[in-house]
């Protein structure tokens, strides 16, 4: 006996649609992950092509540091991918150059790379042990060194520098000296010979009297209330009467001490000079 079996065809026609419905839903995710595919493909393409390269390089704000330079340390090259810049590691090589206090790199996604500097002052110079002039900034940073400082720079001697271009002078002392330095009024740094640091950071100076040709030790102590001693000294430059003046001391700037030689005379009474330190006398 055999037994048949009769299906509905509206069973039969839902079925189908069914596995339509099932294969049009695969035809339309293939199609989906085939555009997203091709996007990405065209995507990736377009940023490893001429379009999305390094066309042009511009710096500004550099004086000192050459514009090759700062160019070479960001490692950014014409033609380079600005999708794999490091602007970072740019950014720390070119602060790492001496004279860059401060750098800002940016990307314009039309070709261009903008690389902005803040360069560091010079505000003194430091002689090392081979008499080279360093000039250095308010940190107390080497610059460069140079033959001849300028006239507006108070030239520090003394310190013992270690360090090189970029990096600290290496000396404790320098930083406090330095910025005693930048404090130290241009009237009195015109008169100024010399400028040492003496002992743990005192300051000494050497400097010109009235009097033609006279040079004058001038004991400043640590490098703390320099305006208050230059006014001493200004003063005591201003009121004394020169000639003979050994040692001007302003450790204390309410009460200078001026140290003078005594004076040589000849048999009609004129001076001829100056001997050994005669008498301590209050300056003011």
């Keep these: 006996m ?28 293939l199609a989906t992950l085939g555009v997203l ?25 550099a004086e000192r540091s050459s514009a090759e330079s700062i160019m070479a340390a960001t490692g950014i090259a014409q033609g380079d991918q600005l999708t794999d810049l490091d602007l970072d590691a740019a950014r720390r ?30 505000v003194a110079a430091v002689a090392d042990s081979l008499s080279s002039w360093w000039l250095v900034d308010a940190d107390a940073k080497l610059l460069a060194t140079v033959a001849e400082p300028e006239a507006r720079f108070v030239r520090l001697e003394g310190l013992e520098v270690a ?18 330095a930048v404090e130290f009024p241009d009237d009195l740094r015109t008169r100024t ?45 201003a009121r004394v009467v020169p000639g003979c003046i050994e040692t001007i001391d302003v450790r204390i700037p309410a009460s200078p001490v001026v140290v003078r030689g005594a004076e040589l005379v000849d048999d009609e009474g004129t001076v001829v000079g100056c001997g050994t330190p005669a008498a301590t006398v209050p300056g003011g």
Excluded: C, N, Y
Excluded at 16 to 28: K, P, S
Excluded at 99 to 119: A, C, K, M, T
Excluded at 164 to 180: E, H, K, N, Q
């Design 37 to 61: 595919f091709g996007v990405a493909l065209a995507g990736l393409g377009i940023s490893r092509s001429f379009l999305l390269d390094v066309d042009e390089i511009r710096v500004a704000g």
């Design 93 to 122: 090589s070119v602060q790492a150059l001496p004279w860059v206090e401060s750098v800002s790199i940016h990307r314009d996604w039309w070709g261009s790379v903008s690389i902005e500097i803040l360069e560091r002052r010079p």
């Design 193 to 237: 010979e010399s400028f040492r640091v003496v002992g743990a950071g005192d300051i000494e100076l050497t400097v010109r009297s009235q009097a033609p040709g006279e040079v004058v030790t001038v004991l400043m102590g640590e490098p703390i209330e320099i305006a208050d001693k230059a006014l001493a000294l200004r003063t005591v430059l």
């Design 163 to 180: 360090g090189s271009a970029g990096l600290d002078v290496g000396d404790a002392r320098a930083l406090p000296a330095v910025l005693a």
């Design 2 to 29: 055999t037994s048949t079996h009769v299906f509905d065809p509206r069973i039969r026609a839902r079925r189908i649609e069914v596995r339509r419905a099932q294969g049009r839903r695969r035809l339309r995710r």
